[in-house]
């Protein structure tokens, strides 16, 4: 696969062409497209239109395709359907879908409205729903699919393929590749697949086929999951309870989502971003939530490396003094030794400023969080979330350097002045500094996937070499200008 391939889809629905469906209410034309195209194709086309036409289009499709895409829908999306739904068949769609994919929609809806969807959900499978909806979200219970058929040890192979289809047909039980076998108290036993099932003997019974299976508990930890998950060769596994009776699954895709978040916060920690206080997608963030990701470990960061800046003034002042005397060494020369200390504090800040601006939407991209048409967005929401950013380190700088040179009486003596304005020109240039390190971030991820490359091949290599020019260069020249000045 070249890297263009990487970056293009094959099969992409053109909006354009849906568009025209809708229009001219198309109901061969709509079905068409469903037949031609892959669900999630036509619903990521989809989500580009306006909420009036994503209702008319799945309207034109039977329930049980029009849930098909629903399913595939981002949640915001989905969530505005469901609260337009003011039909039956508004809630027969919602019906149709998956007890763990309606659970996620009906954590997102107003109350109101999850009432309503509720009361038109049998009731059987609505103690499924609270079921589901009662456990934490780091347990492996609120992930777990619970529409799964299970098979009793004692089915001979006959009796289990005719319980296969009739809970796939009527219950809408997942079609997989495994199925779990149980005791008559639900016990889980082990593990068969349809092949084994299917190719056996009629009459041969399951209790003589099947395998033992790795298990996890409802209240286990997702990461737990996706390490036993790993570890078996399996693309579905089973939930039990502490009684170990089997309860649910979870599939290789619930568990690819918990890697990408356990990677996402990995690389998030790495960085010095608070996971807690972001969502889970880009560009649903806030900028406000983005700069409330980053401001602590930036001023900290600020803040202790003034122990570094103080290491570095003192050896510098030190070797430079014992090669003069203490009446013979310039002013000047003891100013640019503080000055030279307190450059590599800022360019660390800046530059870390620019890596977490990097990594969030180099990840963002990867995960298909960001589109083509998000970019101006992305980087008007990175400019405003730099613009607070460099504020606040500002006012932490002009204290820290403040509290630093009265600590060793330069600005409490003759030259204050000077001082101050190391101060000031310093706490400007990392004002701008900030401001571009976060803008080149953001956009170099963006310009690099424009010239269709990956992101991730050169983004922090050249992030430090224009990062440090930018820093050394706007340092010098502000705090130079101020001082020449005064």
């Known amino acids: 696969m070249t890297e263009e391939q990487i970056y293009e889809s094959p099969l992409e629905v053109d909006p354009i062409e849906l568009r025209k469906v809708i229009a001219t209410l198309n109901l061969n034309g709509a079905r068409e497209i469903v037949d031609t195209y892959p669900d999630a194709d036509i619903a990521s086309s989809l989500e580009s239109l306006e909420l009036n036409e994503q209702l008319i289009f799945l309207r034109l499709l039977t329930t049980s395709s029009a849930a098909s895409i629903f399913s595939y829908l981002d949640e915001d999306v989905q969530v505005e359907l469901a609260k337009s739904f003011t039909e039956d068949w508004g809630m027969k769609l919602l019906q149709e879908l998956q007890s763990d994919e ?48 299970s098979l009793p040890s004692s089915y001979t192979c006959e009796q289990a393929l005719n319980k296969i289809r009739r809970d796939y047909k009527k219950n809408q039980k997942e079609l997989v590749h495994y199925y779990f076998v149980v005791s008559n108290t639900n016990k889980l036993l082990g593990v068969l697949t ?6 056996a003997e009629p009459n041969e019974k399951i209790e003589d086929l099947y395998s033992p299976v790795a298990f996890v508990y409802t209240s286990e930890k997702k990461e737990n999951a996706a390490k036993v998950f790993s570890e078996q060769d399996m693309s579905v596994l089973p939930v039990v309870n502490h009684e170990k ?24 920690k790495i960085a010095g971003i608070s996971n807690k206080v972001i969502e889970n997608d880009y560009i649903k963030t806030p900028w406000y939530k983005i700069v409330q990701s980053r401001i602590l470990w930036l001023s900290l960061l600020l803040i202790f490396s003034t122990i570094t800046q103080g290491i570095i003034h003192w050896a510098l002042h030190v070797t430079y003094i014992s090669h003069k005397s203490a009446d013979t060494a310039s002013f ?66 002009f204290a820290r350097l403040s509290a630093y040179f009265a600590a060793t009486k330069d600005l409490l003596g003759d030259n204050k002045l000077k001082y101050l304005a190391l101060i000031i020109g310093t706490s400007v240039a990392l004002f701008i500094s900030v401001i571009l390190s976060s803008l080149f971030g953001s956009l170099l ?18 992030l430090n070499l224009v990062v440090d020019f930018i820093t050394v260069l706007i340092t010098f020249g502000i705090t130079y200008g101020i001082l020449v000045s005064i």
């Open 102 to 149: 309606l659970v996620d929609v009906l954590d997102e809806l107003p109350s109101n409205v999850a009432s309503k969807v509720l009361a038109y959900t049998s009731s059987e499978k609505r103690n499924e729903l609270n079921k589901l909806l009662s456990y934490n979200d780091d347990e492996v219970g609120s992930i777990m699919s619970i529409d799964i058929s």
């Open 194 to 199: 349809l092949e084994e099932i299917t190719f």
């Open 245 to 268: 009776r089997l309860i649910g699954m979870i599939t290789s895709d619930d568990v690819i989502d918990v890697i990408q978040d356990e990677v996402t916060e990995d690389l998030y």
């Open 332 to 397: 000047a020369s003891l100013l640019t030794v503080a000055f030279a200390a307190i450059i590599p504090v800022l360019n660390n800040s800046v530059k870390n400023i620019g890596l977490q601006s990097n990594i969030s939407i180099s990840r963002s991209i990867a995960l298909d969080e960001i589109d083509k048409k998000d970019f101006a967005k992305v980087v008007w929401k990175e400019l405003l979330a730099a613009i607070v950013l460099a504020s606040v380190l500002v006012v932490v700088n």
């Open 445 to 462: 991820p963006i310009l690099l996937i424009k010239a269709k490359k990956d992101p991730s091949s050169a983004s922090v290599i050249l």
